[in-house]
């Protein structure tokens, strides 16, 4: 999506990031990772534009606008039919105006073999989606990683702790998703870590391996893209 052609990021929940996800939802998807933070109400939905009209005494049109439903709920109610995973973004013990108070998110089940397995000291705080779009994702994953000396993100945490609560990153929990996991367990292997999406015991559950610090390699290659508008313009999916 070009923000420099349709404006911020919060005015194109229903035009584009829902109408976006009905489309990839269609066409058969088992999860959709999206790395857009929706920490606010959209700036340009009818009723945030009717509650600026009001402060300057235009309450007809803003009444017109409050008839108009509400982007925010357009996109919440596309994610309740569709299973989407959500970033969220560790952060610093420092004061944000997005941070929810004491970390008071749920995490999808993550559990640990050992329960005392070391993931790091990882991010005391948290920048999360709204709650409306936390209650309809599937799934809730951290975004955060750390580029090497030289500036080139070579390797990313599968999982790390984040307000005390391991999270998995975004690939591995569109994984567990789309084989519809109720948890994922992580635990230590002879060669590093190793998430399994859903109970160990079963043998057909997908597995994805990491080093012993839980992170992994990144594979940059080509990738099947087509852009947005393409995609919506045409309704068409590679």
Request: charged share 20%; glycine share 6%.
């Given at each position: 999506?070009?923000?420099g052609l349709v404006?911020s ?6 035009s ?5 996800v ?8 088992s999860a959709i990772?999206?790395d857009?933070l929706?920490l606010e109400?959209?700036a340009?939905?009818?009723e945030q534009?009717?509650s600026?009209y009001?402060l300057r ?6 009444d ?5 439903r509400?982007t925010?709920?357009v996109?919440?109610e596309?994610m309740r039919?569709?299973p989407v ?12 105006r ?6 008071d998110?749920n ?13 790091g ?7 999360v989606p709204m ?7 599937q799934g809730?994953?951290?975004?955060n ?5 030289d500036?080139?993100?070579r390797r990313v945490?599968?999982?790390?702790t984040?307000c005390g609560k391991p999270?998995?990153?975004l690939g ?7 084989d519809?996991?109720?948890f ?12 399994v999406?859903?109970?160990p015991?079963?043998?057909?559950a997908?597995r ?11 594979h940059y290659?080509e ?9 919506l313009?045409s309704?068409?999916l590679?």
């Open positions: 999506i070009s923000l404006g990021e919060m005015c194109i929940r229903d584009y990031l829902a109408r976006l009905e489309l990839i939802g269609a066409h058969g998807a990772a999206m857009v929706l109400p959209d340009q939905s009818p534009q009717a600026r009001r005494g235009l309450d007809g049109l803003a017109e606008l409050q008839s108009i509400d925010d709920d996109f919440t596309v039919e569709v995973v959500l970033p969220l973004l560790g952060t610093p013990k420092i004061p944000s997005h941070s929810v108070d004491n970390c998110w995490a999808p089940a993550v559990t640990l073999d050992p329960p005392d397995l070391d993931l000291e990882g991010m005391p705080e948290a920048d709650a409306e779009f936390r209650s309809a994702a809730l994953a951290a975004i990683f750390k580029a090497s000396d500036f080139i993100v945490p599968a999982v790390q984040i999270t998995l990153l591995p929990e569109a994984l567990r998703v789309a519809e996991a109720c994922s367990n992580v635990r230590r292997t002879a060669t590093g870590i190793e998430i999406m859903g109970d015991a079963n043998l057909a997908r994805f391996p990491a080093e012993a610090d839980g992170s992994f390699w990144i290659g990738l099947n893209s087509v852009s947005v508008e393409d995609a313009t309704g068409n590679p």
